[in-house]
């Protein structure tokens, strides 16, 4: 171990000694031609300046310095989860500062994941009263170290020069490193202050301009564990949220091109449509003859739906529809209308079952009939039920006026209708409509459209410029509902065969252990 020491201070020597030497006859030739003064006054003038920010300019706290990019909500995320982002960058706003010493402590690192946890179970199980973990399983325990710490090992790949090199050993020598380099440094200054005994002076303030890397590697080590806490309070959400009670692999096929959207620098989130090949539903509900087998014609350009002037529609029916737009395909499924005197609870039972099934609602309305009672009340009951679904996302509902031809004036059609901007007596009353349903509806409405479906004018453009525009819109918040209602289908399906094969796993073991 001697010869060891002394054979890397002889190389070190033989390398320093010649730069040494450079650097002697240079400062010596700089001093005969006149320019040493020169060269030397900026150093100490920068150097006072740089005291000067130090002195007046105060570090900023962890929270201020190193966060990085706030934490954003991917689509797939419900309501719920989306208020969770405040939690956590609260908590990484007041978290402790990082040093030296407290960034290899691994009591840290578990102490902190546990605060966030709890602060999180807080906001999942208000009511429950129940220990932070015992909501969960111990495979999303697992799957929540496995994934962040998988998605931080990437992070420091890409961003910590040498991480991949160094060994935790050479690490532990950094400080005894850059103490070595700093007494060089002051070693080299006071030999070159023999030729300027003036540099002495400035001294002082060379020390305090020097600090600098002192605290780039605060932030190096500031922006690393902002990280982990970044990554460690999305999986948690993603736990508290159930998406990872099928371990961390099935989560990374399904979710894990969306959620590396968006830990990635860029921040950009795709649309699903783009990810997963899911079908996205899309429910025609309305009262009855308010025109929603006549709208599908329309978007179907064919009479695949029965209208007539008494309901026709007795089961839920789905056709299969391209968007225009995107080329998208999805699926329209045409629900009985819920407001006839002979309903059954067969059809009380499919509509539901539509509405379970919706990631987009189209709600269809007649625009000359006022009585709302039972269109507030559907959209009502389709809220209750998905505030006892928190972890689904609800479907974005978007209101279809038709019948707009009969409003006043009635003998006028000339479209189309710019019912944004009224001018005309029609283009007001169609605004009105509007106005009405809004008034109404409140919120719970994400957009309108204004349609003619009869047969009485010559068909036009309305359904195509009204209705596909709007269905693109909202078509990324509809698939990412869709994708979660298929995970958890799926989920739910294979719990079953797991348990089997975890029985079948424990039988093995103990018969094995039995002959052993």
Not at 128 to 133: D, F, I, Y
Not at 431 to 440: D, H, P, S, V
Not at 482 to 490: G, M, P, V
């Amino acid at each position: 171990m001697r010869f060891f020491h002394a054979r890397v201070i002889v190389l070190l020597l033989l390398w320093i000694l010649p730069i040494l030497a450079y650097l002697a006859i240079g400062l010596l030739a700089i001093f005969q031609t006149g320019w040493f003064t020169w060269l030397i006054l900026p150093l100490p003038i920068m150097w006072g300046l740089a005291w000067m920010v130090g002195k007046f300019w105060k570090p900023p706290s962890m929270s201020q310095s190193a966060r990085g990019r706030p934490l954003n909500a991917p689509d797939f995320w419900t309501t719920q989860d989306s208020e969770a982002i405040q939690l956590v960058e609260d908590f990484r706003h007041q978290v402790a500062d990082i040093d030296s010493l407290s960034i290899v402590d691994l009591n840290r690192y578990v102490l902190d994941a546990r605060t966030l946890a709890d602060r999180l179970a807080a906001h999942y199980h208000a009511n429950s009263g129940q220990h932070a973990l015992h909501p969960v399983t111990l495979v999303e325990i697992f799957a929540v170290i496995h994934l962040a710490i998988e998605d931080l090992e990437q992070w420091v790949l890409e961003n910590v020069p040498g991480s991949s090199m160094a060994s935790i050993g050479q690490l532990e020598q950094l400080p005894k490193i850059a103490n070595a380099v700093a007494f060089g440094q002051s070693l080299i200054y006071l030999v070159t202050s023999v030729a300027n005994p003036s540099k002495l002076l400035a001294y002082p303030l060379w020390r305090k301009a020097g600090r600098v890397t002192d605290e780039l590697q605060q932030e190096l080590m500031r922006a690393y564990y902002q990280r982990y806490l970044r990554q460690i309070g999305f999986y948690l959400i993603e736990m508290y949220s159930g998406r990872l009670r099928g371990g961390s692999a099935q989560y990374r096929e399904r979710f894990g091109r969306m959620s590396a959207a968006v830990h990635s620098s860029k921040g950009n989130i795709e649309l699903f449509s783009k990810l997963e090949d899911v079908s996205t539903s899309i429910a025609v509900m309305g009262q009855v003859k308010a025109g929603k087998s006549s709208l599908i014609n329309a978007l179907m350009k064919d009479k695949v739906a029965a209208t007539s002037i008494l309901p026709e529609t007795r089961e839920v029916k789905g056709y299969r529809y391209v968007l225009a737009e995107s080329g998208h395909a999805v699926t329209l499924l045409n629900t009985p209308g819920y407001n006839e005197a002979d309903v059954s609870k067969q059809q009380i039972q499919e509509i539901k079952t539509a509405s379970d099934a919706a990631d987009i609602v189209l709600l269809v309305m007649a625009a000359n009939v006022s009585a709302r009672e039972t269109d507030v009340q559907m959209v009502h009951e389709l809220r209750l039920h998905y505030q006892k679904k928190s972890h689904l996302k609800p479907p974005t509902i978007i209101a279809v006026l038709t019948h707009i031809d009969l409003l006043r004036p009635k003998r006028e059609w000339n479209p189309p209708y710019d019912w944004q901007r009224p001018y005309s007596q029609k283009e007001q009353s169609i605004a009105g409509a509007i106005a009405y349903c809004r008034e109404l509806f409140g919120d719970s409405i994400a957009d309108y459209a204004c349609v003619y479906t009869g047969d009485e004018y010559p068909p036009d453009m309305t359904v195509a410029d009204e209705v596909v525009p709007q269905l693109v819109k909202h078509l990324s918040h509809g698939h990412s509902a869709a994708i979660l209602k298929a995970f958890y289908t799926q989920l739910s399906q294979q719990r079953f065969n797991q348990l089997s094969k975890q029985l079948i796993g424990l039988m093995k073991m103990v018969g094995r252990s039995a002959l052993d």
